[in-house]
Nanobody, 124 residues
């Protein structure tokens, strides 16, 4: 049974940092693209960042220069280091996997497995 579990969310003041983790189990994801999405209250889910199996990376414009995605294939884990957080970063953050190698899709429909999400709240 495939399972993705996010952790590391919480409440932080604007300008602060958080590091999200997503641990995958049930199969190996070393050749999958791993991505992060977020959904704020009343808004649609949006792409945040993705990293493919060879280390290719893509970021949403809104997080470039502030967020860093990385992965540890041996542990089936993907991370999202979030610095200089802003109130508009407040959302539930989800990790997801895309089985297509090299693809760095911004569309949630490309991703097959999803975690349950972790809440990130940034106060002003």
């Amino acid at each position: 049974q495939v399972q993705l579990v996010e952790s590391g969310g919480g409440l932080v003041q604007a300008g602060g940092s958080l590091r999200l983790s997503c641990a995958a189990s049930g199969r190996t994801f070393s050749t999958h693209t791993l991505g992060w999405f977020r959904q704020a209250p009343g808004k649609e889910r949006e792409f945040v960042a993705a990293i493919n199996w060879s280390g290719g990376i893509r970021y949403a414009d809104s997080v470039k220069g502030r967020f860093t995605i990385s992965r540890h294939n041996a542990n089936n884990t993907v991370f999202l280091q979030m610095n200089n957080l802003k109130p508009e970063d407040t959302a539930v953050y989800y990790c997801a996997t895309d089985p297509v190698r090299y693809r760095l899709s911004v569309s949630g429909t490309s991703y097959l497995y999803w975690g349950q999400g972790t809440q990130v709240t940034v106060s002003s």
